[in-house]
Nanobody
Framework: QVQLVESGGGLVQPGGPLRLSCAAS????????MGWFRQAPGREREFVES????????HYADSVKGRFTIGRDSAKNTVSLQMNNLKPSDTAVYYC?????????????????WGQGAQVTVSS
């Protein structure tokens, strides 16, 4: 069983930055695909960005291209999501997710473990 705990959510003004972190309990963390998803009120949970096992491949949604960056610190068993130039449309609950497969994926049903979510609100 893998436990994921997100931190770093909050309120930010449009155009501002915010960084989310996710601490993972997996012993073979480096081999896991790690992903970030988000869910806005009344909408389906959607893919944001992922990093395959061993950091080989990154996938990202077109809506965050050039603004969001996923990172992994294997020594600390953490994965981060650096979000820059935030827009009101980025407002959502953000979820960290883990898949034991190192392949990399944008499909939420391929992730076995989920964090509790962190609220990100972009508003002036």
């Amino acid at each position: 069983q893998v436990q994921l705990v997100e931190s770093g959510g909050g309120l930010v003004q449009p155009g501002g930055p915010l960084r989310l972190s996710c601490a993972a309990s997996a012993r073979t963390f480096i081999s896991y695909t790690m992903g970030w998803f988000r869910q806005a009120p009344g909408r389906e949970r959607e893919f944001v960005e992922s990093l395959s096992g061993y950091g080989v491949t990154t996938h990202y949604a077109d809506s965050v291209k050039g603004r969001f960056t996923i990172g992994r610190d294997s020594a600390k068993n953490t994965v981060s999501l650096q979000m820059n130039n935030l827009k009101p449309s980025d407002t959502a609950v953000y979820y960290c997710a883990a898949s034991p497969s190192p392949r990399g994926s944008m499909m939420k049903n391929e992730y076995s473990y989920w964090g509790q979510g962190a609220q990100v609100t972009v508003s002036s």
